[in-house]
């Protein structure tokens, strides 16, 4: 079913104008965004992760009609981070850094690689821009975005120049809750030669939301891009979290955690793109599902042709608190190079009932035994989290979760 059914009546060229003009876009940002408009009638909606015999998600029922109001999006943001580094809503970036932009707006994520980042690059009216020079080493960098409106369209570029860093913590969430709502967040990491750049993001959007998020990488030679990506939020998220180690020796690891609970449906993946020689890579996702929610996981490994030497590491662990919820992963290594370490794995299963039944009988009552089990299986993922607020934060939820379900 091609996407181009979906195209609501009411998205016209006249709004896409309107929303450029509001943020004094220069003249080439106006025709990639009607470009982008223009080829929502053939592009498809992005691929959905599969398992054999199995397709998890239907995007093609979300009902674009009722829930992108374009011209309404009403938001509160904090964009905030050290005076070395420049932190910029769009509109600012768009005044002081234009060539920037240029450069690298669209060049990671192409803006017509299918409808969704076609409809977000038509009609994103709010965003942030993190420029880091040559040397600058920017820590507490925050970005805080909460939804007053039935759809918002966030895009977000970081550009680290030689030897930064930078540490960036985003959150979404929720505010005024409307009936039903629709996020979508574009993020595109520009990370320079022995950069270093780590991205933690926690969604936590109102239950009644989908949520549409693609964040992808580029890493130059001695480049590091490490990913955070927590999913408590919404009805249905799609969501890609990906790098392309494209310089000599550059790293990743992208962490994921997830709880889903009620009917919320997660569809996420991780992808790592090794391109050079002696480039490194680790994906570590856990995630919980409980009543009758549903997660399907996919993790891609691919080792290019020339990319010699290469350590890459997956493993997803998924914990399910009730017969009725469903989980699936397809953990997958694509090699073309044979000078490669890389292995993947992943588990779907329940509480260990012999694990269960040793606290107990130690006098520990059944519910706080599970939520102790619960808790600890995070932990290796908690391990990883090198941001300290964002490891609290998902503590915080994980044990304000099963106080609910308790």
Known sequence: MSAGTQVHANLTEEQVREISDGLDEPDWLLETRLEALEALEELDMPDVIRTPGR????LHELDFESLVDPLNAAENKDQVGPDEAEVLPWSDAVAEHEELLKEHFGSIVDPQENYLTALS???????TVVYVPEGVDAEDVTIRTEQNSSSLFNYTLVVTEE????????RQSTGEEAEEQYY??????????????????????SEEAYNFALKRGDADTYATINWIEVNFGTQL???GVSTELNGDSSETQIVGAFYGHNDQHFDLDAKVWHRAEHTTADLVTRGVTDDIARSVYEGVQDVGRDAWDTSSYQRENTLMLSDESEADASPKLIINNHDTEASHSATVGQIDQEDLLY????????????NMLVEGFFVPVLDEIAVDELREDLEDLVAARLRKRD
């Open 55 to 58: 397709d998890w998600t239907n």
């Open 121 to 127: 690059t038509a009609l994103f009216s709010t965003g």
């Open 163 to 170: 030897s930064s860093s930078v540490t960036i913590m985003e």
């Open 184 to 205: 979508s967040g574009i993020v595109e990491v520009v990370a320079g030669e022995n950069s270093n750049v780590q991205y933690g993001s926690l969604q936590n959007l």
């Open 237 to 239: 998220t799609k969501s």
């Open 359 to 370: 606290m107990t009988s130690r006098g520990i009552s059944p519910r706080a035994a599970r």
